[in-house]
């Protein structure tokens, strides 16, 4: 079980006799928090539903003639939304925290939020490390997973020309109905993608690549630049952090969806809470720390959250599979 004790942030924060300023991180905030549509949760579990109309239609009908009747098919739709949660506990000894020259909870408050976010972003994009609570792959809560499933991977061969890679982006449209780009894969389903995720590292190769006459395709006679959007499609690059701590880059350069068809849910924000009394137990059950007994102070951070990506094919009772409509696809290394 960990704890935080003296030695541990001896000469950071506890004073020496040298003076030194106390510089505080800045919480890196979550792609998927950015990016999906916010869907406030008032209990544990949200069910969306959507009534679907097929088959209806319409008739000429000539001057004094009979009018013909319709009879169109309506069905329902749903999507439950089940949230998880995620927490911490900090335990600190209470001399530490009252020696310290600033507050040490404070101080913590920035990396926990950003290892929140990461841990947020790499379930909902990945499926790393995700929470039972949310669904199974093809289930529409892992985007980069089900989109494999969808048939919406386009992969690199061995040795990719710049041209290729383009083409793997944005589509040839050279064969309707048989995408062979992202882009094209999405539009041929019917969305609107309205935003790229790309790994960081990846921007070096999008700032480099180049058209058959040796001139950057997104840069100009001055040099490369990397481009914000390809297509009018807008990008976001992850952080030097988000790449080392969330971002699989086997598995994908980038990631392109409709991001209006992803729903966050929260049931619960980022909510703290210090105690001074209690135990903390470990996986076992046995006590590991008392608080009131060991003069120690806690801070429990919690927060509970949903995803789901929203199309006929996540529906409730049924999986996403080769060839269906999906609003995500993705683009990768050779597999």
């Known amino acids: 079980m960990a704890r935080v004790q003296r030695g541990d942030v001896a000469g950071i924060v506890v004073p020496t006799p040298v003076s030194d300023e106390i510089l505080k991180g800045v919480a890196e905030t979550s792609l998927v928090q950015s990016l999906a549509r916010p869907r406030p949760m008032t209990t544990n579990a949200v069910t969306l539903r959507e009534a679907e109309v097929t088959g209806a239609n319409a008739f000429w009908v000539g ?140 921007k070096s190769r999008l700032r480099n690549l180049k058209d058959a006459d040796g001139r950057y395709m997104f840069g100009d006679a001055a040099g490369p630049r990397a481009p914000s959007a390809i297509s009018d499609i807008p990008i976001t690059y992850t952080s030097r952090n988000q790449g080392s701590s969330i971002w699989l880059p086997n598995d994908a350069h980038l990631i392109m969806g409709d991001w209006d068809q992803a729903i966050l849910g929260t049931r619960q924000g980022l909510t703290y809470k210090t105690f001074d009394q209690g135990v903390i137990t470990d996986g076992a059950g046995n006590v590991a720390y008392s608080l009131i007994e060991q003069d120690m102070v806690a801070l429990r951070v919690v927060a509970r959250y949903a995803f789901k990506v929203i199309c006929d094919e996540s529906a409730d009772g049924t999986t996403v599979s080769s060839g269906d409509e999906f609003p995500f696809a993705v683009v990768g290394p050779e597999q």
């Open 63 to 202: 001057e004094g003639a009979r009018k013909q009747t319709d009879a169109p098919t309506m069905a329902q739709l749903a999507w439950t939304l089940t949230a998880a949660e995620l927490a911490v506990i900090v335990p600190i000894d209470e001399n530490v925290a009252n020696d310290a020259e600033v507050d040490l909870f404070g101080l913590y408050k920035p990396a926990i939020e950003t290892a929140i976010a990461h841990k947020l972003d790499s379930a909902a994009l990945f499926g790393q490390d995700a929470p039972t609570a949310w669904g199974a792959v093809g289930t529409g809560v892992h985007i980069v997973p089900d989109a494999v499933l969808a048939g919406h991977f386009f992969e690199e061969d061995a040795t990719p020309t710049d041209a290729e890679l383009l083409d793997l982006i944005n589509g040839t449209g050279a064969v309707p109905g048989t995408p062979d780009g992202a882009l094209q894969a999405l539009e041929e389903d019917g969305y609107e993608p309205n935003q790229i995720l790309a790994y960081v590292r990846f």
